[in-house]
């Protein structure tokens, strides 16, 4: 990885949000934690701000199969050309259509490359398992490659993910972001074999994975975009797919600084229990800890541009006396040294535990704490009701999306709200009660589960 100078990385904060109050004999600490990160390079184009063109020798014309000096960020396009992309025929035109979008909006200097998707994995431009320097020539060189693309074969997800991960490890890019689109089921590689795939990129490049139509599995990609820290999302009509693949990089050019982790650092005799990021979305974290010294533990969060994500951690301390208080765990961000050396620290914040008979103090509960719990057991409970739904439990998928329902409303979640109400009957908002609808458009649910992860934040 490339090092960032002090004036490149963002200026991050930690806000820390608790109840530090616990009754006698209480263990369990919860915490809010927001970070922000702002003021980065975005007003100078941030980590994809523009590289001078590498030139061969004697020539003045750059060199699309090598980035250069100073392209510190690289992305790759991964877009499916299975056979089911041909039906109708208007779907593989809109992936071309779109992809084209996304390069279009790729900034100078960006290293890219586009993959195409089947059973195999295929380089489509620039090829040579290089990555391409972005600019004029080479944008409609890549789209010149593009209209070349047809549909057949399989789908074999894992191998695109590889492919991208060896190509996005063939410079020296800071910011590695892949792009992947699918609208089938990964039928010619087994389960085990797209979570190996996935354990190995995982940590090496984020990944944004979407899904065209309604003849993919949501689970399949949502386990891309969860293993690799990016965004999931359905885009039913293939007609929307430029606006969307538009959106996605324009957010892929906001990153400034990548490798950011979370450390939490506990006292003798405390203890992690979980640790997860509960906006924008949720994703559990507890298992992607990685030590990194006595009693300290780093997890991923990805990269950063100007943008501000909150977690939601729970310590469990050990047991000590009325009128004594301890710091819980303090919480850091930090950037690791490309050369191996001291971490750069960016901000840190404290979890505090004070135990008192005050049962006021004692019980009340953090209003941020206590909206993300809400949240996170929304997510759940969709999931859970569509799962029952789908194995003709219609009594679990009752009561299970009943209660997502009476939770988005408590939250003031109003977009999962709507989502739900294409699923479900609504009879009284206050106690959960829903009907099943007794027909459902498969794009309706498969929005619905593909978001259900989304959350909304606190209200101030």
């Known amino acids: 990885m490339a090092n960032f100078a002090k004036s490149n990385v963002p200026r991050f904060s930690v806000d820390v949000y608790q109840n530090e109050y616990l009754p006698e004999g209480g263990r369990e600490v919860n915490a809010i934690v927001t970070v922000t990160s702002t003021g980065g390079g975005t007003s100078r184009g941030g980590a994809f701000a523009a590289a001078p063109p590498t030139s061969r020798p004697g020539r003045g014309a750059p060199d699309p199969g090598v980035p250069g ?6 992305v790759v396009l991964m877009v499916d050309c299975s056979g089911s992309m041909e039906y109708p025929p208007t779907k593989m035109r809109n992936a071309r259509e779109a992809t084209a979008a996304a390069i279009d909006a790729l ?65 020296d890019a800071a910011i590695r972001h892949g792009i992947l689109l699918t609208d089938g089921r990964n039928e010619h590689e087994s389960p085990d074999d797209l979570k190996a795939a996935l354990d190995v990129c995982a940590g ?7 899904g065209v139509g309604t ?61 997860k990021q509960v906006a924008p979305a949720v994703e559990d974290l507890t298992d992607r800890r990685s030590q990194s010294g006595p009693r300290a533990g780093d997890y991923p969060t990805g990269s950063w541009g100007d943008e501000s994500r909150d977690y939601h951690v729970c310590v469990r301390v050990p047991q000590t006396g009325l009128g004594q208080e301890m710091l819980a765990a303090r919480v850091s961000l930090v950037l690791p040294d490309p050369a191996g050396g001291t971490p750069q620290a960016l901000s840190h914040g404290l979890v505090r535990a004070v135990w008192t008979d005050d049962m006021a103090a004692s019980t009340s509960i953090n209003p941020q704490v206590a909206h993300y719990t809400g949240q996170a057991e929304l997510a759940q409970a969709i999931q859970q009701g569509l799962d029952a739904r ?22 003031g979640n109003e977009g999962t709200a709507k989502l739900l109400s294409k699923v479900v009957d609504v009879v009284d908002v206050a106690t959960g009660t829903v009907r099943l609808k007794a027909k459902v458009a498969d794009a309706d649910e498969m929005t619905l589960e593909t978001r259900s992860t989304k959350t909304v934040r606190v209200k101030k």
Not at 115 to 126: N, R
Not at 204 to 210: Q, V
Not at 401 to 409: D, E, P, T
């Open 390 to 411: 789908k194995s003709g439990d219609i009594d679990g998928a009752t009561a299970k999306l009943g209660r997502a329902v009476q939770l988005a409303a408590v939250s």
């Open 69 to 74: 000096p100073g392209a510190t960020a690289a």
């Open 107 to 171: 900034r100078d200097g960006t290293a890219f490359a586009v993959v195409a998707g089947t059973h195999v994995a295929s380089e489509v431009y620039p090829g040579g398992g290089r990555l391409a320097n972005a600019n004029e020539q080479t944008r409609a060189q890549a789209k010149e490659a593009l209209r070349r693309l047809g549909a057949g074969g399989g789908t074999a997800i894992g191998t695109w993910l590889q492919l991208a991960d060896r190509l996005l490890h063939s410079g």
């Open 204 to 210: 090496r490049f984020t990944c944004d994975a979407r």
């Open 215 to 275: 003849d993919w599995e949501v689970k399949e990609v949502t386990a891309v975009a969860s293993a690799l820290l990016g965004s999931a999302d359905i885009v039913a009509d293939p007609a929307h797919l430029a606006a969307d693949f538009t959106r996605m990089m324009t957010d892929a050019m906001g990153k400034e600084v990548a490798d950011v982790a979370l450390r939490l650092w506990t006292p003798v005799g405390a203890e992690i229990v979980f640790v």
